[in-house]
């Protein structure tokens, strides 16, 4: 089995966890720390290292520290921000749609682990995807579960658990996180200085 074409794949799975590829893991978490550590004024350093871990242009504004398991996996579907403290653990393939926005301390897993304890001592772990529609904003400290899907311009109120899929043009939130109301145009802010 290629492993790295299972992890690329938009197909869930369980492997235990030191069948991963090490070296990768190792090469994305030191581009991190690099970013991490970066001048924030040194644009052109900042973006050099964007795209050497996720392996291509991206238009993605990222406050560090920023943390992912590969990076190859992230793929940004036009323009992004990603705020303070935000993880993506990519073990499988995580789309963010043009204009998303994440605030501080989100967390994309895709990784997750058995239920049961004795395939946890054994490392087994799973992956599943995740799709982040256009024009979402994710609010502060929230986490987003493997296999979800969050629909074009909907809104996830701050410190939810995203566990299921989240159709588009809604606000939702909680733990586990649902849709309460569906984005209408009174929610256009009236006065805003430009």
């Known amino acids: 089995m290629d492993i790295l074409k299972l992890i690329k ?13 090490d070296q990768l893991q190792k ?3 030191h ?11 040194d644009q052109k350093k900042r973006q050099r290292i964007l795209k050497q871990l996720f392996g291509k242009d991206v238009q993605i504004g990222i406050n560090p520290p920023f943390h992912c398991d590969y990076g190859f996996n992230i793929h940004v579907k036009g323009r992004a921000f990603l705020n303070y403290g935000d993880v993506i653990l990519d073990t499988s393939p995580v789309t963010i749609g043009d204009g998303t926005l994440l605030a501080p301390n989100v967390c994309l897993a ?9 395939q946890r001592h ?15 904003w994710i609010g502060a400290n929230t986490f987003v579960k493997g296999g979800v899907t969050i629909g074009d311009h909907s809104v996830i109120g701050a410190g939810s658990v995203v566990t ?7 606000v939702a939130f909680g733990t ?3 849709a ?10 009236k006065y805003v200085i430009r």
């Open 27 to 29: 090469q994305a978490y």
């Open 164 to 170: 299921k899929d989240i159709p588009a043009n809604v």
């Open 122 to 136: 054994e490392g087994v772990m799973t992956s599943a995807p995740i799709t982040i529609g256009k024009d979402v």
């Open 110 to 118: 895709c990784a997750g682990h058995s239920v049961d304890y004795h």
């Open 31 to 41: 581009l991190c720390w690099m970013y991490n550590i970066c001048d924030p004024n």
């Open 176 to 178: 586990p996180c649902r």
């Open 9 to 21: 794949s938009q197909q869930p799975y369980s492997i235990v966890f030191t069948k991963m590829p």
């Open 180 to 189: 309460y109301r569906k984005v209408t145009p009174a929610d256009h802010l």
